[in-house]
């Protein structure tokens, strides 16, 4: 059962902006965890930026003060704000929610630990 989907993605110049949105299904609005991955091809799928239920966020270090993760509980949306994109952004980015990791904090969450994936959007940064 499809539990996440994303939307948002397509081709932009460096320097310029997207935001990808993940709509939430109710199996998965009682995540401890919520976030974005990504994954470029032939390289191994990465975390970009998690939210907690309390709130914290974390981010990459490549992202950190270009990206913002956010969510609005109303209307069960994850989103991401990706600004000052660089071509090194480009990769398939999905949605993602666990409630099996310690913390949620990028460097605790691996892929194997999540619960449910979205099934991904294309994001491309073109120089």
Known sequence: QVQLVESGG?????????????AVSIYTNNMACMGWFRQAPGKEREG??????????SYADSVKGRFAISEDNA??????????LKPEDTGMYYCA?????????VSYWSPLR??????????????
């Open 10 to 22: 397509g081709s932009v110049q460096a320097g310029g902006s997207l935001r990808l949105s993940c």
């Open 48 to 57: 970009v930026a998690f939210i907690s239920s309390d709130g914290s966020t």
């Open 75 to 84: 209307k069960n949306t994850l989103y991401l704000q990706m600004n000052s």
């Open 97 to 105: 929610a666990t409630s099996f990791v310690p913390y949620c904090r």
């Open 114 to 127: 999540t619960y449910s994936w979205g099934q991904g959007t294309q994001v491309t940064v073109s120089s």
